[in-house]
């Protein structure tokens, strides 16, 4: 893959609150999630820090400390917000089934349904913020396959979030020689991202 220049002017402002002051939200306290339209409020933005963390600190660890001054072909921009939108989604799916299993399985929550629910009002709402209709439809139709074998009382325990791992590693717009290197300490940095929203999630749930 050839080297192209990206700017950070290509990136929305949404993009930059959420990769740059990521650390910051660590310090602010943090209410308790007591229904489901919080519970909705947490997956959508928990899985859009993941993925926006993981997928540029991927981009800097391998383009260099000059980085933020190549961000100025249209062609590599393309590329980085197809890939946002792609683990985005699959990010989605891994956090709503996660959490719906735990709360079934720990708490006795019933309304199973409402995983779907809420996923597909994320999906609408995403619209607004230009989210390619198409990769909205594919995530409609892989969530519904993915739904049909799921087993609500043991996924949150089963590597619940390795299917966004894997899109990480897949879609990044990096050299595969390079990814093919990088495969292991790429996936690992997913689930640790991971660990740190089930923890919150724990903390937090009050259903």
């Known amino acids: 893959m050839?080297?192209?220049?990206?700017?950070?002017?290509?990136?929305?402002w949404s993009d930059f609150k959420i990769y740059l002051f990521a650390l910051f939200k660590a310090?602010?306290?943090?209410?308790?999630?007591?229904?489901?339209d919080e519970l909705e409020e947490f997956i959508q933005s928990k899985s859009a820090w993941v993925t926006q963390v993981t997928l540029y600190g991927y981009l800097k660890t391998r383009m260099g400390t000059r980085y933020v001054l190549h961000f100025e072909n249209d062609e590599f921009m393309s590329s980085v917000n197809l890939a946002k939108w792609n683990i985005y989604v699959v990010a989605l799916q891994d956090l709503t089934f996660f959490a719906?299993?735990?709360?079934?399985s720990n708490?006795?929550?019933?309304?199973?349904?409402?995983?779907?629910?809420?996923?597909?009002?994320?999906?609408?709402?995403?619209?607004?913020?230009?989210?390619?209709?198409?990769?909205?439809?594919?995530?409609?139709?892989?969530?519904?396959?993915?739904?049909?074998n799921i087993n609500w009382?043991?996924?949150?325990?089963?590597?619940p979030f390795n299917p966004s791992a894997l899109s990480l590693y897949k879609w990044a717009p990096i050299a595969d020689d390079l990814k093919n290197l990088d495969r292991k300490i790429v996936l690992n940095s997913v689930i640790l991202k991971w660990d740190i929203v089930k923890k919150e999630f724990k903390e937090r749930i009050n259903f």
């Open 2 to 12: 050839a080297k192209y220049k990206l700017s950070w002017k290509d990136l929305s």
């Open 27 to 36: 310090f602010i306290p943090k209410k308790k999630i007591r229904n489901l």
């Open 100 to 104: 719906f299993s735990y709360l079934k």
């Open 107 to 148: 708490l006795n929550f019933e309304k199973i349904d409402s995983a779907k629910e809420i996923f597909l009002k994320i999906l609408d709402d995403e619209i607004s913020n230009k989210m390619p209709l198409d990769i909205i439809q594919e995530a409609k139709k892989s969530f519904s396959e993915r739904l049909q």
């Open 153 to 159: 009382d043991t996924y949150h325990s089963e590597l």
